[in-house]
């Protein structure tokens, strides 16, 4: 078993003197924001390849992985020059990554806490940049790695798997995983777009919520569809089984 932490919880160091006292501190491994763990860095804009080697090559010294280097942006903003500059942005993080020797690149899709008809008013604008940003870490061969919020366009757990692979014999082999689709190498911009825009429908469809009106609650009410296992009548009385 390996141990991690978040590297910005222990403040704001010089990049040796971090990598120093998390490996004191007995850690496997840090998930990296750059700007919240290293003085000197105040932006992304700020990162240079200097940065990114004293990086790679402390945390190496010290047995320290980096299995996440964080770029949080805002992806869903309706503001096309904020959301252009986020677009850039997790773009060149995606690039540093490999310089700093980082598994995987997270992200989150809005930065405001969002209601329902802001979240779905949200959604598209996250889904094209997503779109932007997924065609870069094909080209770079970067894993990408988007959390849900439940304030934000992409808010819940469910996850759609799509491997990508140069052989296709594959397939078969991921048939008891049920992955959501299969792309065989090489990928152009189509089969991103169709591939994201098919799970984006499938989502938004397991998504729809059963509406109600209830003297008990006290007025209306919803539900989501996936969460109801069935219906059943009760002494003139619709009753909804949830899972």
């Not at 540093?96 to 008809?117: C, D, F, I, M, Q």
Request: aromatic fraction near 10%; charge should be positive; charged fraction near 25%.
């Amino acid at each position: 078993m390996k141990i991690g932490v978040r590297a910005h919880d222990y403040g704001r160091m010089e990049i040796e003197k971090l990598a120093e006292v998390l490996h004191t501190e007995g850690y496997d491994a840090a998930q990296l924001a750059l700007p919240k763990a290293f003085t000197g860095i105040q932006r992304y804009e700020d990162i240079t390849s200097s940065h990114l080697e004293r990086i790679r090559r402390s945390f190496e010294e010290n047995n320290l992985e980096i299995p996440v280097f964080g770029c949080y942006m805002d992806l869903g903003n309706p503001d096309p020059v904020i959301r252009h500059k986020a677009v850039r942005t997790l773009k060149k993080c995606l690039s540093y990554s490999k310089e700093a020797g980082a598994k995987v690149v997270g992200t989150e899709t809005a930065y405001p806490h969002l209601n329902h008809s802001e979240k779905a008013q949200w959604r598209p604008y996250m889904l094209d940049s997503i779109k932007r940003v997924t065609e870069e870490a094909v080209r770079l061969d970067v894993k990408l790695a988007i959390e849900p919020v439940y304030w934000h366009p992409l808010e819940n757990l469910e996850t759609v798997i799509i491997y990508i692979s140069s052989k296709s014999n594959y397939a078969m082999s991921l048939f008891r995983i049920q992955p959501s689709d299969f792309l065989i190498k090489p990928l152009n911009q189509n089969m991103i777009d169709d591939v994201m825009e098919r799970s984006v429908r499938i989502y938004e469809k397991k998504n729809h919520f059963f509406e109600y009106y209830s003297k008990a609650q006290g007025g209306h009410s919803k539900v989501c569809f996936k969460d109801i296992l069935y219906f059943y009548s009760q002494n003139k009385k619709i009753n909804i089984v949830l899972n």
